[in-house]
């Protein structure tokens, strides 16, 4: 996503993630391409992440969560997706997120980076009504992604990437290593 006079602009998402398919499925030598298929603008509100769902997409903003279709109308928002008792211990952005089944996992960050502790809330696809969290044990929380096959979530310790952190959704969101 790239910031334009106050919107933020999505450029082939869809191209992206061909792109990033490709090229796992693809020898070194074989670069794959991707063409920009189309270009929306879209309010900075949601200029946090963005998942994809059947027929849409949803978008998250530092305290936003929005369902749209497949042309960005608005099907669904939530504009406090962090619980009062949450907030009130400081968490106040809403980072990006997975879909996985009807569960939108969305990382919840407080600004206290060295107590090591960040939250990953549970979100309905549907009705975008929180459901639950879970503590992680990690300094910065800006995104989080899950695979759905293994159901192990990945996110990172800290901003510059040095650690990727590995969580066993099905086993309580225990660690499963820690890859540097």
């Keep these: 996503m790239i ?3 106050g919107g933020v602009r999505v450029r082939g998402v869809a ?3 061909l792109v990033f398919a490709l090229a796992a499925a693809t020898p070194a030598a074989a670069a794959p391409t991707a ?16 998942a994809r769902i059947k027929g849409g997409w949803i978008l998250t903003g530092t305290r936003y969560i929005v369902r749209v ?8 928002e939530n504009r406090l997706p962090i619980p009062p008792d949450l ?3 400081g968490y106040n952005h809403v980072g990006d997120g997975a879909v996985v089944g009807k569960i939108l996992y969305a ?22 009504k929180f459901i639950d969290f879970v503590t992680v044990a990690q300094h910065e929380n800006s995104f989080v992604t899950v695979d ?19 969580y066993d959704v099905r086993a309580d969101w225990a660690h499963s290593s820690r890859s540097r």
């Design 148 to 166: 759905p096959k293994t159901m192990i979530a990945y996110s990172f310790d800290r901003f510059g990437g040095q650690a990727l952190l590995r």
């Design 35 to 50: 063409t920009l298929q189309s270009e929306d603008e879209l309010s900075a509100a949601t200029g946090q992440g963005v």
């Design 107 to 128: 990382p919840l960050e407080q600004d206290d980076y060295e107590l090591g502790e960040q939250v990953t809330a549970l979100y309905s696809v549907k009705t975008l």
């Design 3 to 5: 910031s334009v006079r």
């Design 87 to 89: 907030a009130a211990k």
């Design 69 to 76: 279709d497949e042309k960005f109308k608005v099907k669904k």
């Design 15 to 17: 191209a992206a993630a």
